[in-house]
């Protein structure tokens, strides 16, 4: 399995190097060192060069490579437009990945949401995010798995009346930076570090 994840992972960097744009470090944004970029994804310090992705001194042969690879692959110089908000289900070739979308970014975060509300300030730390003011729920954050990708987030806690729920919204242009298929993952990846920070 990882290495078929690690040929889509250098397939997309090889169309990246093969026309490596010039200012490639503004649109991501990251730190150029020659050939090599590095920048910070799902609360963590990358690299990202001809050979691979890498964290620390490993080259990553997972999903999250794919990731990064397909974010970098589709940079753009455009600016974050994060109003008005959309759903994922707004976002253009999503209906193929709603279900997961819902069950893997959203649902999986709902029995956590009392764990995140207490360690917030640490989800958010990691995420490079913030707390979203004069929204709905009982609390709500901005996060950013990658640099141009934030995630909007607002949780319910559960009540006598209501189950605890999560919403996970994009950025107006998320579709500008990443496919559709990878902003479902990107949300799937988002909830999973999200759990393993408050349940550290």
């Known amino acids: ?9 250098l397939t997309y960097l090889k169309e990246l190097y093969d026309q490596l744009p010039e200012d490639l470090e503004k649109s ?19 690299r990202i060069s001809p050979k691979g992705i890498g964290l620390g001194e490993e080259m990553t042969t997972g999903p999250i490579g794919i990731l990064i690879a397909l974010y970098a692959r589709n940079a753009s110089k ?8 959309k759903s994922f289900k707004q976002i253009k070739g999503s209906m193929a990945y709603q279900s997961a979308f819902t069950v893997r970014s959203e649902i999986s975060l709902v029995p956590y949401v009392t764990q995140i509300q ?35 987030y607002i949780f319910y806690l559960a009540d006598e009346e209501f189950p605890a729920s999560v ?26 570090k999200i759990i393993e920070i408050v349940t550290s």
């Open 1 to 9: 399995m990882s290495d078929n994840l690690l040929k889509v992972q």
């Open 28 to 46: 991501l944004p990251a730190i150029r060192e020659n050939d090599v970029f590095h920048l910070k994804a799902f609360g963590e310090s990358w």
């Open 78 to 85: 455009e600016a974050v437009q994060l109003n008005p908000l």
């Open 118 to 152: 207490v360690c917030k300030k640490k989800v958010i730390e990691a995420f490079d995010g913030y707390e979203n003011e004069g929204t709905s729920g009982d609390f709500s954050f901005t996060l950013y798995p990658l640099p141009k990708i934030p995630l909007y």
């Open 167 to 192: 919403t996970c919204l994009f950025a107006a242009n998320a579709e500008s930076f990443m496919p559709a298929d990878g902003l479902a993952d990107v949300g799937e990846f988002t909830a999973k």
